[in-house]
């Protein structure tokens, strides 16, 4: 059962945008902070954004002020808006369920130079 369903990922030229949303129940983003991580080919998976339920947000150093995560429960989506996009922001997108340990399948964003 897919309990996290990802979508909107795909290929872009740097300095594109792009919007990757994460579906789920309104009881899994009640109880749960939800993250945003991101695996690039031959590295280790990395953490990207994180919303808590109460909607406190933090992201990582490399895409603050590019990237934004946000919740819209009455849609029970978070989503994840990527601005101006490097090269090096290339990697599997995974949606994260904190304290239920859930994941969602990866979504492939592809940007090229």
């Known amino acids: 059962q897919v309990q996290l369903v990802e979508s909107g990922g795909g290929s872009v030229q740097a300095g594109g945008s792009l919007r990757l949303s994460c579906t789920a129940s309104r009881t899994i983003l009640d109880n749960n902070s939800m993250g945003w991580f991101r695996q690039a080919p031959g590295k280790e998976r990395e953490f990207v954004a994180l919303?808590?339920?109460?909607?406190?947000?933090t992201e990582r150093d490399s895409v603050k002020g590019r990237f934004t995560i946000s919740k819209y429960i009455w849609e029970n989506t978070v989503y994840l808006q990527m601005n101006n996009l490097k090269v090096e922001d290339t990697a599997v997108y995974f949606c994260?369920?904190?304290?239920?340990?859930?994941w969602g399948q990866g979504i492939q964003v592809t940007v090229s130079s």
């Open positions: 919303i808590t339920p109460s909607g406190v947000t």
């Open positions: 994260n369920a904190i304290q239920d340990c859930l």
